[in-house]
């Protein structure tokens, strides 16, 4: 059956509604302004704690229980007792889940109930005429099981089915007694629901979440709000669907099941730091260039000319020398704008008190930035990765433009004047401005000094340019984004093959930093890993809560017997040592389908078969065709994202630097 979604359920009228080292955001501090900390270094602590930085020993805590699976409860307090109950098999236990006591055949027997029950509930509903959005979203094949509809109530404060955590008719047990219902009016979903219909939701809301739940590596009222309209409850186990924090130490991608999803990549910082992301870009560059390959555009590089100091110390000094133009000097792990400095004299290079040169990238200034009403600018661009083998890269259409709060002018070499106000677009530097104007009504947009995409788009218009040209700069835009993620490619992809046993375990939302010249270039500016997601205004909140339900909703999380699926893997691994190989499961482990294991390194760095006798096609295995079918169910519930990779378009091909067979073959299946 073949379905395809294009509106959030619960979506209404748009009208009416932490940083990492070296990858982190620089639009707010998410952790210090905007969430408690779970310990207050004023607390006395109990008798044989650690005597160590406050920082540092929650931290480790939550480091600890991610490489253990032990138990670690974000809101115990000091001198509270922690209770550390794990089964027999020394695998922690999901308090949530509440099936520890269940014997084996009650177990499969309730789960598979709930799939008949599921699969019933999700063809009447695709059936039916009413306006309630459904809980489950259909796979476009009939082989495959739905997945959990995550809905917009958490950031709209509407209702939108019986279920909300914003209802305030829901019982207790359906909504949760911590979470904050809101004060919106609630429906009269009697008129629009039997009594029937009604309660086989409420059954299946219940069993949902007893099947998902979710974990958070640091407080995030988005997230968690997220996850309580997709019927996911919070657990402190090791058995958790969805996590979201931080980057998992590396040994923990290892052990990572097959039902399981993290917010990051292996390896993520080749993007994230900015002295890495920029070797990785010249690179792909030069291999570009070298290699004369048919179809690559003049226009590879999209970073200004770099160099990293104190290595290329002296071809800088040279370089400065020979022209008059101004450069930007960056740390190379830092964010929020903390450290960058304008460079008009050489030295004005940050230095050691030894005199030694510090650590870091120096690029020459874009001089002609476009300037809106006079003040110069950047966008934030929230890119998707969902696999990166094969590698699927979406971009949501709407995003922020971040606008100065001084007028910008034009600095020439050896200038003493160089206002942060001026020259830095950051919100975290721009917001202490005394001449800052924040958005105070979702409707109001295009003024102030934080814009929508939309309202850039509509500035251009107004300025001259046609909507073809707009077209084309969102292109650009698009292809750059393409180009950049490639650039890790390799390095990423090295890390998945050594660390993760299933390609779909990980995923990344990235905020890309763009700024256009005068001329409407886009530049690539930096790569957030952690973007910060928490709201300053209503637009803020409109856009972000947008991304993330729709990401969520196009990650296609599905019920799984946890425990089956265990028992499983732990098979597969057994039967790997015995016979030497990984025992397949063609892409699927039990009915729930999770991630499909990689194929073997040399099977995946082959380009598929396409010879003139026979169509591509018929080369196809098991293994493949499961990963079209996640492929084009990702593609079918991606909403408002437009995927950018894979592409009709053979453009970005060349710049890979390996040439995967999933790659190639979704590329085919594209055309």
Same mark, same amino acid.
């Given at each position: 059956m073949f379905r395809s979604i294009r509106q959030l359920p619960g979506d209404a009228d748009p009208q009416e509604v932490h940083s990492e080292v070296g990858g982190a955001d620089d639009e707010d501090e998410a952790y210090s302004q905007n969430e408690s900390q779970d310990w207050s270094e004023d607390e006395e602590e109990p008798e044989g704690a650690n005597k160590m930085p406050f920082g540092f020993r929650r931290k480790q805590s939550l480091t600890e229980s991610l490489c253990s699976g032990e138990e670690e409860d974000g809101d115990v307090q000091l001198g509270e007792e922690e209770d550390d109950d794990d089964d027999e098999d020394g695998i922690p236990i999901d308090e949530s889940s509440g099936d520890e006591n269940e014997n084996e055949a009650e177990r499969k027997q309730m789960f598979h109930r709930f799939q008949k029950d599921a699969a019933h509930a999700v063809k009447a509903a695709a059936g039916s005429a009413s306006s309630v959005p459904p809980l489950l979203n259909l796979s476009l094949f009939e082989d495959r099981p739905p997945s959990v509809v995550f809905h917009s109530d958490w950031f709209r404060g509407t209702v939108s089915f019986p279920e909300s955590p914003q209802c305030k008719q829901a019982p207790i047990a359906v909504r949760g007694e911590s979470e904050d219902c809101g004060n919106s009016e609630t429906p009269d979903f009697k008129k629009q629901l039997s009594a029937e219909h009604l309660a086989e939701r409420s059954q299946i809301w219940t069993m949902l979440r007893k099947y998902m739940s979710f974990k958070i590596g640091y407080k995030t009222t988005m997230i968690r709000k997220l996850h309580g309209c997709g019927a996911f409850a919070e657990t402190m186990s090791g058995r958790w669907n969805s996590y979201w924090g931080m980057a998992l130490p590396i040994p923990r991608y290892n052990r990572l099941k097959s039902y399981q999803r993290v917010n990051h990549f292996p390896g993520t910082f080749e993007l994230g730091r900015k002295d890495r992301l920029s070797r990785a870009v010249m690179r792909m560059h030069r291999r570009v260039q070298s290699a004369?390959?048919?179809?690559?555009?003049?226009?590879?590089?999209?970073?200004?000319?770099?160099?990293?100091?104190?290595?290329?110390?002296?071809?800088?000094?040279?370089?400065?020398?020979?022209?008059?133009?101004?450069?930007?000097?960056?740390?190379?792990?830092?964010?929020?704008?903390?450290?960058?400095?304008?460079?008009?004299?050489?030295?004005?290079?940050?230095?050691?008190?030894?005199?030694?040169?510090?650590?870091?990238?120096?690029?020459?200034?874009?001089?002609?930035?476009?300037?809106?009403?006079?003040?110069?600018?950047?966008?934030?661009?929230?890119?998707?990765?969902?696999?990166?083998?094969?590698?699927?890269?979406?971009?949501?259409?709407?995003?922020?433009?971040?606008?100065?709060?001084?007028?910008?002018?034009?600095?020439?070499?050896?200038?003493?004047?160089?206002?942060?106000?001026?020259?830095?677009?950051?919100?975290?530097?721009?917001?202490?401005?005394?001449?800052?104007?924040?958005?105070?009504?979702?409707?109001?947009?295009?003024?102030?000094?934080?814009?929508? *995409? @939309?309202? /850039?788009?509509?500035? $251009? %218009?107004?300025?001259?340019?046609?909507?073809?040209?707009?077209? +084309?700069?969102? #292109?650009?835009?698009?292809?750059?984004?393409?180009?950049?993620?490639?650039?890790?490619?390799?390095?990423?992809?090295?890390?998945?093959?050594?660390?993760?046993?299933?390609?779909?375990?990980?995923?990344?939302?990235?905020?890309?930093?763009?700024?256009?010249?005068?001329?409407?270039?886009?530049?690539?500016?930096?790569?957030?890993?952690?973007?910060?997601?928490?709201?300053?205004?209503?637009?803020?909140?409109?856009?972000?809560?947008?991304? *993330? @339900?729709? /990401?969520?909703?196009? $990650? %296609?999380?599905?019920?799984?017997?946890?425990?089956?699926?265990? +028992?499983?893997? #732990?098979?597969?691994?057994?039967?790997?040592?015995?016979?030497?190989?990984?025992?397949?499961?063609?892409?699927?482990?039990?009915?729930?389908?999770?991630?499909?294991?990689?194929?073997?390194?040399?099977?995946?760095?082959?380009?598929?078969?396409?010879?003139?006798?026979?169509?591509?096609?018929?080369?196809l295995t098991e293994v493949d065709l499961e990963m079209i079918k996640t492929s084009q169910d990702e593609y079918n519930s991606c909403g408002p994202y437009q995927r950018v990779i894979p592409s009709e378009d053979p453009y970005l091909l060349p710049f890979f630097e390996v040439q995967r067979r999933f790659n190639n073959i979704l590329h085919q299946w594209v055309k």
């Open positions: 004369h390959r048919t179809g690559v555009r003049p226009d590879s590089l999209f970073i200004p000319d770099t160099y990293f100091l104190p290595k290329d110390w002296k071809q800088f000094k040279a370089a400065f020398e020979a022209a008059d133009g101004v450069w930007i000097w960056k740390p190379n792990a830092a964010a929020r704008g903390i450290g960058v400095k304008v460079i008009t004299k050489l030295c004005q290079i940050p230095r050691w008190e030894s005199k030694k040169l510090k650590n870091g990238l120096v690029q020459q200034y874009i001089p002609n930035p476009l300037l809106l009403n006079g003040c110069k600018s950047d966008l934030r661009i929230y890119v998707a990765v969902t696999c990166y083998n094969p590698l699927r890269v979406y971009i949501y259409p709407e995003g922020l433009v971040r606008i100065t709060t001084k007028a910008y002018k034009p600095i020439r070499k050896n200038s003493v004047i160089r206002s942060r106000f001026m020259h830095l677009t950051n919100y975290s530097v721009n917001k202490r401005s005394k001449d800052f104007v924040k958005n105070t009504d979702v409707d109001e947009d295009g003024v102030g000094n934080k814009w929508s *995409l @939309t309202a /850039l788009w509509q500035y $251009l %218009r107004d300025e001259g340019h046609s909507q073809e040209k707009v077209d +084309q700069v969102w #292109e650009n835009i698009k292809n750059t984004i393409g180009k950049t993620i490639i650039a890790a490619d390799t390095h990423i992809n090295t890390q998945l093959n050594t660390r993760c046993s299933f390609p779909n375990a990980c995923y990344e939302l990235f905020g890309v930093d763009i700024m256009l010249d005068s001329t409407l270039k886009p530049w690539l500016i930096e790569v957030n890993t952690s973007p910060d997601l928490s709201p300053s205004s209503p637009m803020d909140k409109r856009i972000k809560g947008e991304v *993330l @339900t729709w /990401l969520f909703h196009m $990650l %296609r999380f599905v019920p799984v017997d946890k425990k089956e699926i265990e +028992q499983q893997e #732990e098979d597969s691994k057994q039967s790997q040592l015995l016979y030497g190989r990984r025992a397949s499961t063609n892409g699927q482990a039990g009915p729930a389908q999770p991630g499909m294991p990689l194929p073997p390194v040399s099977s995946a760095r082959t380009r598929l078969h396409n010879s003139a006798e026979l169509p591509w096609w018929t080369s």
